[in-house]
C-alpha cells in the first residue's frame, strides 16, 4: 500500500521543477568541492565526492565538459577568493608571493584525469538513471 502511494506519477509541473533543481545542485556541487580542496586537506575525498556527484546529478553526457570546468573554476576561486576575503589585497599578494601557488599546476596535472574519470563514472550512472526514470514516466 505505502508502494502504491510512492509509486504514483509525480504532476508534470512537479517534475520539471524537480529536474531544475537536480540540475542547479549538479553544477553547484563541484564548484563548492573545487572551492574546498584547496583549503582542506583531504582533498581527494572531497574531488570523488563532488565530481562524481555533479556529473551524476546532471544525468548527461554532457557532464563530461561541464564538471571538470566546473571543478576547476571552484578551484581557481579557493585560490584567489578566499585569501581575499579573509584578510583582503594584502593577504592575496602575500598568498601569491609567498609560492604557495606553485604547487597548484602539478595538483592540475595530478587531478584532472582523476577529474574526468570520476565525471565519466557519475555521468555513466546519471543517464542510466535518467533513462530508467524516462521509462517509468512514459510507463505510467
Known amino acids: 500500500m505505502?508502494?502504491?502511494e510512492y509509486s504514483?506519477?509525480?504532476p508534470e509541473e512537479e517534475w520539471q521543477r524537480t529536474n531544475l533543481l537536480l540540475v542547479i545542485l549538479g553544477i553547484e556541487v563541484p564548484?563548492?568541492?573545487g572551492f574546498w580542496v584547496w583549503n582542506n586537506y583531504p582533498w581527494s575525498n572531497i574531488m570523488f565526492?563532488?565530481?562524481a556527484t555533479g556529473a551524476f546529478l546532471l544525468r548527461s553526457w554532457?557532464?563530461?565538459l561541464i564538471v571538470p570546468v566546473v571543478f576547476a573554476v571552484g578551484v581557481a576561486l579557493g585560490i584567489l577568493l578566499l585569501p581575499f576575503i579573509q584578510g583582503g589585497w594584502p593577504a592575496l599578494q602575500a598568498i601569491l608571493g609567498s609560492g604557495?601557488?606553485?604547487g597548484m599546476d602539478f595538483l592540475l596535472f595530478l587531478g584532472t584525469p582523476a577529474a574526468i574519470v570520476l565525471t565519466a563514472f557519475g555521468a555513466g550512472l546519471g543517464v542510466g538513471l535518467n533513462r530508467l526514470i524516462?521509462?517509468?514516466r512514459e510507463a505510467s
Open 2 to 4: 505505502i508502494f502504491q
Open 8 to 10: 504514483k506519477q509525480m
Open 31 to 33: 564548484l563548492i568541492g
Open 49 to 51: 565526492l563532488s565530481v
Open 62 to 64: 554532457w557532464a563530461m
Open 100 to 102: 604557495m601557488v606553485e
Open 134 to 136: 524516462k521509462r517509468r
